[in-house]
T-cell receptor, first 120, second 114 residues
């Protein structure tokens, strides 16, 4: 079936502009995660959604970052007043559950192709 | 919060050699430890994972070991091939009942020379 998809694949914006990144998780996956990956660096957790529970926003770096998710489907990550240090690849992932599952498939996070954001 | 350290940051081996990547974690409540492989320009993909109730797991040429007491886990790749060249990330999670986010190490770039 279809994997996690993200759009746009690339986004170039000017400093100070707002951007919105979209993630379509795998159908039926209840958990959705956003990560940021700066060039040559590891993955930095931003936020995750699990069903109807309150999202874990502990990784959001500032109040310029926010994310929403509609039910168990699409999620959008919004960055307001972008700064040059926001330049990175933003990766979305989804999983069948959010850990504690009895099988590998329950835990595995499937990643999307990412959105490469460049702030000039 | 959880902190995952990974070393070495780079490793170069000859085809056929073994490669070992080591990670440590700080939170004893972490109970799920996946390893992801990321080829250049591609998305991370899970290659193997281990839960805290298991000490070792093997899947063909790759194996992972976990030492809960010392809070470290390692990835072992045997008979390396050029297609194993990639960046490998370890991660830790508390799983159900706690925060389920993955905390990643900074990654190790493996180069397998033919």
């Amino acid at each position: 079936g279809a994997g996690v998809s993200q759009s746009p694949s690339n986004k170039v914006t000017e400093k100070g502009k707002d951007v919105e990144l979209r993630c379509d998780p795998i159908s039926g996956h209840t958990a959705l995660y956003w990560y940021r990956q700066r060039l040559g660096q590891g993955l930095e957790f931003l936020i995750y959604f699990q069903g109807n529970s309150a999202p874990d926003k502990s990784g959001l770096p500032s109040d310029r970052f926010s994310a929403e998710r509609t039910g168990e489907s699409v999620s959008t990550l919004t960055i307001q007043r972008t700064q040059q240090e926001d330049s990175a690849v933003y990766l979305c992932a989804s999983s069948r559950s959010s850990g504690g599952g009895r099988t590998k498939d329950d835990n595995e996070q499937f990643f999307g192709p990412g959105t490469r954001l460049t702030v000039l | 919060g959880e902190n995952v350290e990974q070393h070495p940051s780079t490793l170069s081996v000859q085809e056929g050699d073994s490669a070992v990547i080591k990670c440590t974690y700080s939170d004893s409540a972490s109970n799920y430890f996946p390893w992801y492989k990321q080829e250049l320009g591609k998305r991370p993909q899970l290659i193997i994972d281990i839960r805290s109730n298991v000490g070792e797991k093997k899947d063909q040429r790759i194996a992972v070991t976990l030492n809960k007491t010392a809070k470290h886990f390692s990835l072992h790749i045997t008979e390396t091939q050029p297609e194993d060249s990639a960046v490998y990330f370890c991660a830790a999670s508390k799983g159900k009942g706690g925060s389920e986010k993955l905390v990643f190490g900074k990654g190790m770039k493996l180069t397998v020379n033919p």
